[in-house]
């Protein structure tokens, strides 16, 4: 490949991933790839204890972390979940595939809402600043 080639290339991959470091991150550090829905991107994973680790290294990068289990501190996964917004508008509504979910969304307070087997459970959060934990037990 001519040289010239070669750095321009180089270039562009190294701006694309400057502009969208997720989007690299999601490609190389074994998590799975974001996913934008509603007013806010996220990520659900933690299946498999390398990409826990990844997920969980991963937490203090986005605003919201939310963590599903039993009861028994077992994970849980395929937990639906809604969050709304102080108005009460959905800002974002998923599945969760894995027991770990970051969250991007924009400073504000939000309620979260999970359901698992016929159990709801919600929280209220503020994100502002470091990164806000809902943990979730069923």
């Not at 459970?121 to 037990?137: I, M, N, P, W």
Request: aromatic share 6%; proline share 4%; hydrophobic share 45%.
């Amino acid at each position: 490949m001519h040289a010239s080639l070669r750095n321009l290339l180089r270039g562009a991959v190294l701006c694309t991933c400057a502009a969208a470091p997720w989007l690299a991150q999601a490609q190389t550090d074994g998590m799975p790839a974001m996913k934008v829905q509603d007013a806010g991107r996220y990520v659900c994973g933690g299946v498999g204890s390398d990409e826990s680790l990844a997920m969980r290294a991963a937490m203090k990068e986005h605003p919201l972390a939310l963590l599903f289990a039993r009861a028994s501190g077992a994970y849980l996964a395929d937990v639906d979940v809604m969050v709304r917004d102080s108005k009460g508008g959905t800002a974002l509504s998923m599945r969760a595939s894995g027991p770990i979910c970051l969250v991007d969304l924009p400073a504000g307070r939000y309620t979260v809402e999970a359901a698992s087997e016929g159990v709801t459970k919600s929280q209220v959060v503020v994100l502002e600043g470091a990164t806000k934990t809902a943990d979730f037990r069923f």
